[in-house]
């Protein structure tokens, strides 16, 4: 920590706004100035009129989930395409709107709106700028010609997530919890609770699921995707409960679960955590030693190639769902706790994988894109 | 509170820290309301009996033109425009400091200082120029309602205006309500069950919304009105834990009851256009006629307070309510009317931010408007037009925010921080005039 | 958090207390608030062990003047010596620790806290780490009780405790803190006749004992009474001293600064008939005590009933149940023989009762309105003043120009806030409004409390005026000469109970009795033994 | 003397005629309540309740009741007390202080074996409720006792939120810069008190309202922490948010204590932060009742007139008071990001600084009574999330109601009168 500390002092570009001490002020003051540079060239003309413009959801940019991986497949846009980019980040229900509207004045040519909650805000911009694209995550009720949807049937990659949860759990107890109830957040755990059945059935075990009943459609909520410690208390409870393989589905959550989860281990458990949207492996390493695998839904690589097909003229409107069939979904690898996981139940999430793929395992969830 | 009569020793009278010189100058907010006094304690400690002879009359007004200069300068107007600059100020260092052009120009400062100055300048100008931009007129945009984002500063300013007056009217009877979150989401649930729930002719179905709205939100303003008519507890604590009740009252009903059948997600289906505020100026923009009804709800609220009997009532009652119940006004009565004309004007914001701008209910209804609202009410000094003005002022913020986040990447939750300094600011007029070094225009004993 | 300006007594000197005499000197002390000056160049001497009156009206300045002596208050300009050392006091602690102690008018004094307590805060005796050693505090309250017949429970809770044993708590409070010079504020306010004595009594006890005491009074029969020198203070200005040997007249003269006229001219009543009775009136608290308790009188057209006691033994309970402002009422009140118990306050004014409370500022006014709106405080629902739920201000602030000339309320404009008035001023604004529409009953509750004499004066004539016109009038004065002035019979109240109804012509000495607890059968009982043995008590001339 | 001792105080008559009823009523609804719920809605079968973590060294046995049973037991109880209640009330004109304590006791183990009797899985950790509570309570604790420091010394706080908030950002930036833990403990504490110096500056120097400068400085805190946020915390170097990245506080067990079933795992394998809470709850009810520094600061916050005359520097009191509640509410703020969990997220304190608020009044401006008040609501928080894993039909959103309604409930003189130090919001000016 203090080795990155002092790379940082070398930089340069945070230390003023943080440290303020005097002295370090003085020693950065004396740099030198730089050369000055014209604009770094891009590499495509087009793409450099290329406005590409997102809007999140109350969860911010920052929450490991949605939002962040959309923003991140943007980002990459700006780096491998050459667009530009501008973002907004909404803090209420009311943002979304004005958010929009700046967006269209700045002339977005593509905005990525994330969630739902952003469906009415899009339709109206979408029907206002005829001329302008939106792509909307996770929401497919938009029909209009210039906004393309994308969503995911997540429950095809939870249902392997539960499986392999059932397999390694200890106790017989796997756990699992969400943001809000909300269907962005259950259909993982629909998926999930299939996946242990699935392996209950099969192995003729009986591993149970905390916090999510599938047929009430009722289970453990935090009530929120913002205050991180909830996440810790659930997964406290669920510990204590005796689950020792925990899904959060809750965005910033995941973070306060994994918390919990690193404090019990040092108590003397073994729990084990699985991570959802992104391989939490790369974009959490905080949590590498105790994660077990992740559901990931590529918001990144769908929003950095609809920006790319629009950039070559070819948007169209067609929802996007992302399945495990065309890679949308898929079950992280299980990096660090590989040996935790048998080469039988390896073996035996390929082949649910196929038969997910060709069918003949049904995974629903009334949560599923139709 | 700060520094109306009763706690002030008699003799030093004539103004005092919290009464500007100007004899005629509103009283800062927490005088008007006087919310502490007639709180916990609600006992002032009195100044001694014999003390109160000493109190002089005013002292002879100079008549020169200096001293008219002074007390402009000095007066409540100035302190406001003061406070606001002194806030956007100290907002900019924040904006400077944390851009990294800034500090990477710092970083050779002695070897090209004017770099770290145009870095500073660019930072500070490219933000509030958006910001001025977005909240009034933008030549550069794209579309005609960025183009003219005055409309947007309207807009916002419309439930700002609503529960403003709500913070405003309770204030003037001495109660605090905290409660416009509370009260708007009430307001915004009624609204909604009649606006998407039933169908009625045009016209009608927005009254009958109005009318649902408010009296929702009077509802749960009265239960704190109630309360503290009743059994003395105090509206601040009741109305933060209403507030909380109303998110999760609401969530529940949006999860059940409330909820779109066509959709699992915890939001309502949309509003009837019958049931929605006309839009004033077309499709382009979104300002609708719920700003008529902020500016009739204005001279109603003005008229109330300043020309009618209850209005004498509350004003006796926020500045002395044991006087008040001594003349024979009911004290107990008038903390529960307040409270239920106060949650229907949050009700009616919650109307306007549904019918108006949302169409679709969620348990973020409310937004920030609950805590703004009580921000505009001390802008405003609690006086309707005042609260009027604050009102627009914070949409102005709000829309200029929006633009400065998108097109200067700055952060929106610099307009809390300015927003809230510049409250800070208004209700202590003496930091106003140290920073100033503005004298006042008349000698007077302050210093605690 | 010990503030580190505070000095304890120590204990060693605590033996000592009684070894050394203080004298004190003012010097052209000035103090001023804004552009009014509360002090004007004060000098005054105060030699040791002896007892100096400050004699001035209300709002003469005396008060300012003690509280610059104690530190509360820093002088404008002027120097204050202690045995001819100038001293600089920044704060109570300092005046303190130069031997100045002080009770003051209104008791310093935590409801909430014991005796003990009390006594401690400021002067604590801890152990070890700041650890309250109260055993201590007990012990000296215990000393200095016995040392002058105090019945102080350094235990209980000063809330609970009656006024009179609150102000021996404040004489112990600076006896323990050593002071040699006790400044004493308006001690008389709050007690009987009675008590008034025993205070004298104990005043004399310190003096022999070798502590100066500055005694501030308005009252001349107890300046007259016990001091050594008289100071007579008026508009913040020394005007004179005196010897305890002046006349009445002549400090009376002093003090206001005109030939006074001390007894007021008024006919004898012409009492018509009873139109205001009270029937086992008992008024309880929320915890179910009784405040007032079965109490029963009425009143004449054309008369004044005064009712006379300590503060605190029903007074305002009785005039505020009349009013309606109390919950737990029992027994009736009758007006023309209308019902009033149960009626709310509106009902009640609209009745034709004219009520003047206790405490104007807290009360009687709101002090942010102006006087105009003042004015109209409690007719505001009435024609002409309002229609259809709107103000007339036209009307309003014409009667308000007709109440400030008829009253003499000096005031720059009748828009100006009511808070901006002097206390007499603000009085006159009350019993303006009170008097100005046709009455059926006048209650005022310390009808002159803070008031000049000029005001006085004037307020007296009208409230006997409000009787000649053939109103009943109910005077509630703890200022047993104002109530020996106006009324025609006075009633006695103690702890609730009303000790009986005596003519207003009585002895001083007889109501003293009375308001010390004493049934009038009683009381009359004590004088005849007293008057045979002859042991006539200094307070008991008329 | 004489005269004086021998007389009766005004205060001494019988307490008949005027009763509250509010009490008994309240009483009677929930004895109804219990009879139609726990009665006639009551579940069959068992409720469990566990004891012992299967980690613990002594393992103490569930304890297992017949749900039915204890409903109609609870009811029964229930009933007669209420009954006693209104005959009281009639009687005498007020109850007995065990009448109402027992109903309570009795109706909240009614309570909650109705609802656990209710749930799918038909058990319960206590073990894990209490401990999880604690994830609430400790910042809630912090936070009141705050409010306890400065309201006992006259100053509303209401900042509580913003102090709380300013701590978790600061101990996460600076434990993150550092590295080290402690010193963004120090950091928080700062923090803390830097807000308190505004609350201070303002209300004591100013006489601003306290009530609007608190909650204008909750705002200022959101901003700015949100600000710097976006600003500096989110910036990344090589993928990581090296500034949101604080070193954590290590759990200390303590030998022995922590193998007390219930109370070891909640109060004695905590961080440095949870022990300090506990002696600051000790240290400050000592401090306030028994010290001479709390019998000045009671004294300031009653009447700080008398205070004054006794040479007690009231202003200067509070101004310290206040930071030094700053510096608690700030280390309570750190228990966020230092303890809690791992980073800080905007706006995290989530309202617990005004629970803390409501558990201040509560706890009736005593900080024991404050810090079982914190308990409770972290309880009631706990509960909730502990119920939804068990299965209830009750839904969450009501159980999230809980502490809000109870507040209310306080302040409306349900639970017994609230009564906060007299002085309370009073500025004090002298010439």
Redesign the interface.
């Known amino acids: 920590m203090l080795l990155s500390t002092a790379k940082t002092f070398k930089r340069g570009a945070l230390v003023g706004t943080i440290a303020l001490s005097a002295t370090a002020l003085l020693l950065t003051g004396c740099g030198e100035a730089p050369p000055a540079a014209g604009e770094s060239s891009s590499q495509n003309p087009a793409a450099a009129n290329f406005l590409g413009c997102i809007v999140s959801d109350s969860g911010g940019f920052d929450d490991q989930s949605f939002n962040q991986s959309s923003y991140e497949g943007l980002k990459s846009a700006e780096k491998d395409l050459g667009i530009k980019l501008k973002e907004a980040q909404s803090s209420t229900t009311a943002d979304f709107a004005p958010n929009l509207a700046t967006m269209a004045s700045a002339g977005c040519n593509l905005t990525v709106t994330v969630g739902f909650l952003l469906a009415e805000a899009t339709g109206t911009a979408a029907k206002a700028n005829p001329d302008l694209h939106y792509a909307i995550i996770d929401d497919n009720s938009i029909k209009a010609d210039n906004v393309k949807p994308i969503v995911y049937d997540t429950a095809q990659a939870a249902f392997m997530a539960g499986y392999v949860a059932a397999s390694v759990s200890k106790t017989g107890k796997v756990g699992t919890f969400g943001g809000i109830n909300i269907p962005t957040v259950t259909i993982f755990m629909d998926g999930f609770a299939q996946g242990v059945d699935y392996y209950n059935t099969k192995q003729g075990k009986d591993v149970k699921l905390l916090g999510w009943d599938a047929k009430s459609q009722q289970g453990s909520f935090a009530n929120t995707f913002e205050i991180i410690q909830e996440g810790t208390k659930t997964t406290n409870n669920l510990i204590a409960e005796g689950a020792d393989v925990i899904m959060p589905v809750a965005g910033p959550l995941g973070k306060g679960a994994g918390d919990a989860i690193l404090a019990a281990n040092k108590t003397g458990k073994d729990v084990k955590l699985v991570w959802v949207d992104s391989d939490g492996f790369l974009t959490a390493p905080t949590y590498k030693e105790i994660l077990l695998t992740s559901v990931i839904k590529t918001m990144g690589e769908a929003v950095e190639a609809v920006v790319k097909e629009d950039l070559d003229g070819k948007f169209d409107a067609t929802p996007y769902i992302g399945t495990l069939e065309n890679g949308g979904v898929a079950l992280a690898p299980f990096h660090d706790l590989d040996a935790s996981v048998t080469a039988d139940t390896k073996t035996q999430l390929e082949e649910i994988k196929k038969s997910i793929v060709d069918g003949s395992i049904k995974v629903e969830s009334a949560a599923s894109p139709k | 509170m700060s520094g109306t009569d009763k706690n002030v020793p008699a003799e030093q009278t004539p103004g005092t820290p919290g009464a500007p010189g100007n004899p005629g100058a509103p009283s800062i907010p927490g005088a008007t309301g006087t919310p502490g006094a007639t709180g916990a304690a609600g006992k002032p400690t009195a100044p001694s009996a014999q003390g109160n002879a000493d109190k002089p009359g005013k002292p002879e007004k100079e008549s020169s033109a200096s001293q008219v200069v002074r007390e402009i300068m000095s007066g409540s107007a100035m302190i406001s425009v003061l406070a606001v600059v002194v806030a956007l100020v100290i907002g900019g260092i924040l904006i400077a400091i944390t851009d990294t052009r800034v500090t990477t120009a710092f970083g050779y400062f002695f070897g090209d200082p004017m770099a770290t100055l145009k870095a500073i300048w660019a930072s500070i100008s490219e933000a509030y120029g958006a910001l001025w931009r977005g909240a009034t007129y933008d030549p550069g945009a794209r579309t005609w309602q960025g183009r003219l984002g005055i409309f947007e500063t309207l807009t916002f300013a419309t439930p700002l205006i609503l529960s403003g007056l709500s913070v405003t009217l309770a204030f003037r009877v001495g109660l605090f309500n905290i409660g416009a979150k509370g009260q708007i989401i009430l307001g915004a649930t009624f609204a909604g069950v009649v606006g998407f729930m039933i169908e009625l002719p045009p016209g009608i179905h927005l009254l009958a919304v109005m009318v649902a709205g408010a009296i929702g939100g009077a509802l749960w303003g009265g239960i704190a009105g109630f309360l503290k008519a009743k059994t003395g507890a105090h509206e601040v604590i009741v109305t933060i834990m209403l507030n909380y009740i109303a998110v999760s009252l609401v969530l529940y009903l949006l999860k059940n009851q409330l909820r779109d059948p066509s959709s699992s997600n915890p939001i309502s289906p949309r509003m009837h256009e019958t049931a929605m505020f006309p839009l004033l100026l077309g499709p382009n923009y979104r300002l609708h006629a719920g700003l008529i009804v902020a500016i009739l709800a204005v001279i109603v609220v003005s008229w109330l307070l300043n020309r009618s009997t209850l209005g004498f009532e509350y004003r006796a009652i926020g500045a002395n309510p044991r006087a008040a119940r001594t003349a024979g006004m009911l004290v107990s009565r008038g903390y529960i009317t307040v409270m239920l004309i106060s949650g229907a004007l949050a009700g009616l914001a919650g109307v306007t931010q549904l019918a108006g701008t949302e169409k679709i209910l969620d348990a973020d209804i409310a937004g920030s408007i609950g805590f703004d609202a009580i921000t505009v009410a001390l802008l405003g000094r609690s006086k309707p037009w005042g609260t009027f003005f604050a009102a627009i002022l914070f949409g102005a913020f709000k829309a200029g925010g929006t633009s400065m986040a998108i097109n200067a990447n700055v952060s929106i939750d610099i307009v809390a921080v300015v927003q809230s300094l510049i409250v800070l600011f208004i209700a202590a007029p003496p930091l106003i005039r140290s920073i100033f070094r503005i004298k006042e225009a008349r000698s007077e004993g302050v210093s605690a | 958090m010990a503030a580190p300006n505070v000095r304890c007594t120590s204990r060693d000197q605590y033996p000592r207390r009684w070894a050394k005499t203080l004298k004190l000197e003012l010097r052209g002390i000035t103090k001023s608030f804004g552009t009014l000056v509360a002090n004007d160049h004060i000098d005054l001497v105060v030699e040791s062990g002896q007892i100096h009156s400050l004699l001035g009206e209300n709002g003469a300045g005396k008060s300012t003047l003690m509280n610059v002596l104690y530190g509360l208050y820093s002088p404008s300009s002027g120097q204050i010596l202690v045995d001819d050392v100038p001293v600089n006091f920044s704060g109570p602690a300092d005046a303190m620790a130069a031997g100045i102690g002080m009770v003051h008018q209104h008791f310093m004094l935590v409801p909430v806290f014991t005796v003990a307590e009390n006594v401690a805060l400021g002067a604590e005796s801890t152990s070890f780490g700041g650890v309250l050693n109260l055993a201590e505090t007990r012990r000296k309250i215990r000393e200095i009780s016995t040392q002058f017949g105090f019945d102080v429970d350094p235990d209980a809770l000063v809330e609970d405790l009656p006024v009179g044993i609150q102000q021996r708590v404040e004489i112990i409070k600076a006896l323990v803190r050593n002071s040699k010079i006790l400044i004493l504020d308006e001690p008389t306010a709050v007690l009987t006749p009675q008590e008034t004595d025993e205070l004298m009594d104990i005043m004399g006890q310190l003096k022999a004992g070798g502590t100066s005491i500055v005694f501030i009074s308005h009252k001349l029969r107890e300046v007259k009474a016990i001091s050594d020198t008289i100071t007579v203070i008026r508009r913040g200005k020394v005007v004179g001293s005196a010897s305890p040997d002046a006349s009445t007249t002549e400090l009376a003269e002093l003090m206001v600064g005109r030939a006074v006229n001390l007894t007021l001219n008024k006919a004898d009543a012409t009492p018509g008939a009873e139109t205001f009775k009270i029937n086992n009136l008992t008024v309880m608290n929320d915890a179910g005590q009784r405040l007032l308790d079965d109490v029963t009188l009425s009143v004449s057209q054309g008369e004044i009933l005064g009712i006379a006691g300590v503060q605190g033994n029903g007074q305002t309970e009785l005039t505020e149940a009349v009013l309606g402002l109390h919950k737990h009422v029992l027994g009736s009140i009758t007006l023309d023989g209308k019902e009033l118990v149960g009626k709310s306050v509106r009902q009640v004014l609209d009745s034709g009762v004219g009520f003047v409370p206790e405490d104007r500022q807290d009360d009687g006014l709101v002090g942010e309105l102006s006087i105009a709106e003042n004015l109209i405080l409690d007719l505001y629902k009435s024609a002409p003043y309002s229609r259809a739920g709107t103000l007339n201000r036209a009307a309003i602030a014409k009667n308000a120009i007709n109440k400030v000339a008829e009253f003499d309320v000096r005031a720059q404009s009748s828009q100006d806030a009511a808070d901006t008035l002097s206390g007499g001023n603000q009085q006159k604004v009350v019993l303006a409004r009170e008097l100005s529409r046709p009455l059926k009953l006048f209650i005022a509750s310390q009808p002159t409390r803070g008031v000049d004499v000029g005001s006085i004066e004037f307020l007296h004539k009208r409230i006997v005026a409000e009787r000649d016109a053939g109103t009943p009038v109910v005077i509630v004065s703890t200022e047993l000469d104002e109530v020996l002035e106006l009324a025609d019979r006075i009633a006695v109240l103690f702890a609730g109970r009303l000790m009986g109804i005596v003519p207003g012509k009585s002895s001083r000495a007889l109501l003293g009795l009375m308001m010390a607890g004493l049934p009038v059968a009683e009381a009359q009982e004590q004088m005849k033994s007293q008057s045979e043995s002859g042991t006539t008590e200094e307070g008991a001339q008329p | ?1 004489s ?18 009823w509010k009490l008994p009523i309240l009483l009677g609804v929930l004895a109804v309540f219990a009879v139609v719920v726990f009665v006639v809605l009551g579940p069959s079968g068992t409720a469990t309740f566990r004891i012992s ?3 613990d060294a002594w393992q103490v046995p569930n304890l297992v009741v017949p749900a039915k049973a204890v409903g109609v037991l609870v009811s029964i109880i229930c009933v007669a007390l209420a009954y006693l209640a209104w005959r009281q009330t009639r009687d005498a ?1 007020k109850i007995a202080k065990w009448v109402v304590m027992t109903f309570a006791v009795v109706f909240v183990v009614g309570m909650m074996v109705w609802i656990i009797g209710g749930t ?1 899985t038909q058990n319960i ?1 206590l ?2 409720l209490f ?2 509570a604690m ?2 309570t400790t910042p809630i604790l912090f936070g009141s006792m705050s409010g306890v420091l400065s309201e006992r010394a006259g100053v ?1 706080n ?1 900042a509580i939120e913003g102090q709380l908030l300013a701590g978790a950002f600061t101990a996460a ?1 600076v434990a ?4 080290n833990a402690y010193v963004g403990l120090f950091a928080a504490a700062v923090a803390g008190v830097l807000v308190s110096v ?1 609350l201070a500056l ?1 209300s ?10 608190g ?3 909750n ?2 805190v ?3 922490t ?7 915390m ?2 990344k ?2 993928g ?4 949101n ?1 604080p ?1 954590h506080l290590p ?1 200390i067990s303590i030998p022995l204590l922590s193998e007390i079933p219930i109370i070891g795992p909640t109060l004695f ?1 905590q961080s440095i932060i949870g022990y300090f809470m506990l002696i600051l709850v000790v240290a400050l009810w000592f401090g306030l009742f ?10 300031v916050g ?12 009231v ?3 509070r101004v ?2 206040v930071l030094a509640g700053g510096a608690v509410a700030g280390i309570g703020g750190a228990y ?1 990001t230092l303890v ?4 800080f ?4 304190t ?2 617990l600084g ?1 629970i803390a ?2 558990a201040l ?1 509560f706890g009736r401006w005593n900080p024991i009574g404050a810090a079982l008040a914190a308990l409770l609501f972290g309880v009631a ?2 509960l909730q ?2 119920l ?4 209830t039909p009750i ?4 159980l ?2 809980l502490p ?2 109870l ?2 409930l306080a ?3 349900f639970v017994g009168r609230a009564l ?12």
Do not use: C
């Open positions: 003397m005269i004086i001792t021998k007389s009766e105080t005004p205060k001494v008559a019988d307490a008949v005629a005027v009763r509250s973590q299967d980690t004109g799918t950790t073990v894990g401990s999880g994830l609430i509303v209401i930036l993150s810069i550092t590295g505004l303002f004591i120097k100013y006489v601003v309202n306290q009530i609007i400068v909650v204008v400085l705002v200022l959101s901003g700015l949100g600000f710097l946020f976006e600003k500096i989110k910036t170097v090589d990581l948010t090296i500034y990245q070193a759990n394998r028994r010290t001479r520094w709390g019998l000045r600061v009671r004294a009653e009447h700080p007139k008398a205070a004054d005359t006794v040479g007690i520097n202003n200067r009191t310290l008071n966020f809690a969990v791992s980073s997220s905007k706006d995290m989530g309202g005004f608020l409501a009044i928080g706990n999330s502990i939804s894993l068990a299965g839904d969450g959103q009501f999230a109601m809000y309604a507040t209310i302040v409306s003189g906060a130090p007299a002085a309370d919001g009073e500025p004090y000016i002298k010439e």
